[in-house]
Nanobody, 127 residues
Framework: HVQLVESGGGLVQPGGSLRLSCAASGFTLDNYPITWFRQAPGKEREGILCISSSNRGQTYYGESVQGRFTISRDNAKSTVYLQMHSLKPEDTAVYYC???????????????????YGKGTPVTVSS
């Protein structure tokens, strides 16, 4: 069955870096888009980064993370990574990966249509 499992969250100081992982199983990662979302306490869920299926070669970045966060995939490990640099206290949130499981699909930063997602990994940016 389809499963997404996030890991790598934790406590980091402002200005620091962290890499999150999204391990996928039950489907061939290469053929499907993956989006990273985050939800801070009291705020709406925000789509921040997306990587499309490999044949489309798209990546979408939300304005709040552009220039600081990057997304990549390792198809051999069936894992998508979220590399975060220059972290700010406002990046504190639970981070989720999700997919609409549309074969060959393009990117979307919208939660609408997401069919599968993990339980999330918490990131706290604080001194």
């Amino acid at each position: 069955h389809v499963q997404l499992v996030e890991s790598g969250g934790g406590l980091v100081q402002p200005g620091g870096s962290l890499r999150l992982s999204c391990a996928a199983s039950g489907f061939t990662l290469d053929n499907y888009p993956i989006t990273w979302f985050r939800q801070a306490p009291g705020k709406e869920r925000e789509g921040i980064l997306c990587i499309s299926s490999s044949n489309r070669g798209q990546t979408y970045y939300g304005e709040s993370v552009q220039g600081r966060f990057t997304i990549s995939r390792d198809n051999a490990k069936s894992t998508v990574y979220l590399q975060m640099h220059s972290l700010k206290p406002e990046d504190t949130a639970v981070y989720y990966c999700a997919t609409d499981l549309m074969w060959g699909g393009s990117c979307s930063l919208s939660w609408h249509g997401m069919e599968y997602y993990g339980k999330g990994t918490p990131v706290t940016v604080s001194s």
